[in-house]
């Protein structure tokens, strides 16, 4: 696998903790980065994938009208 280098500019405690963590799990800083990154890059597309089912839900009727939901909402909690 081919590789770039990526530059940021981090605060000083955050680029702390990462160190930390590299100590710890007797890692080198990249790899932490590169796991957040990997994490981050994944949640990202879940997240557009989710947005893009909840359009289609809208576009094909599937959906609950807010009142029915504000009626619902206040029964939470009741026994």
Do not use: C, F
């Amino acid at each position: 696998m081919s590789t770039r280098t990526v530059t940021a500019h981090i605060p000083v405690e955050l680029a702390e903790q990462v160190d930390a963590y590299a100590n710890k799990l007797d890692r080198p800083r990249g790899w932490i980065v590169k796991q957040a990154l990997q994490n981050w890059v994944s949640l990202e597309e879940r997240r557009h994938q989710m947005l893009l089912e909840g359009l289609k839900d809208i576009d094909e009727g599937r959906v609950v009208d807010h009142a029915e939901i504000v009626v619902w909402a206040k029964t939470l909690g009741e026994s």
